[in-house]
């Protein structure tokens, strides 16, 4: 396997696990939010929703909630997370122009 194969497959793992570690830590900040705000409706600091509809309403608030967080506090997981994503079209775009080329030779 050559040099460039070997750093570029590192390299995309990594790029993969940043996508995977980006979904893992935002999913995490929004089942702490989750947990906050149900929490602070149990102890009635918060209002608990009108009939059955407290879970509606927690859920509600806590992808509320985590969404500014999220955005603040994983912006460099976002960003290595776009990067792949600009590669991976990036490569698309190559493919699709080598395979017209050969087409029209």
Excluded: H
């Excluded at 935002?26 to 009108?50: D, E, M």
């Excluded at 509606?56 to 776009?82: E, G, H, I, N, T």
């Amino acid at each position: 396997m050559s040099s460039t194969t070997t750093s570029r497959s590192s390299t995309s793992s990594g790029k993969q696990r940043a996508t995977l570690r980006y979904t893992a830590m935002r999913l995490g900040i929004f089942a702490g939010c989750f947990l906050v705000v149900w929490g602070l409706t149990r102890l009635r600091v918060l209002p608990a929703g009108l009939g059955d509809s407290n879970l509606m309403w927690v859920l509600l608030l806590a992808l509320v909630l985590s969404a500014p967080l999220s955005w603040v506090l994983l912006r460099k997981q976002r960003d290595a997370m776009s990067e792949q994503i600009v590669e991976k079209v990036d490569r698309a775009k190559e493919r699709l122009a080598a395979n017209q080329a050969q087409e029209d030779a």
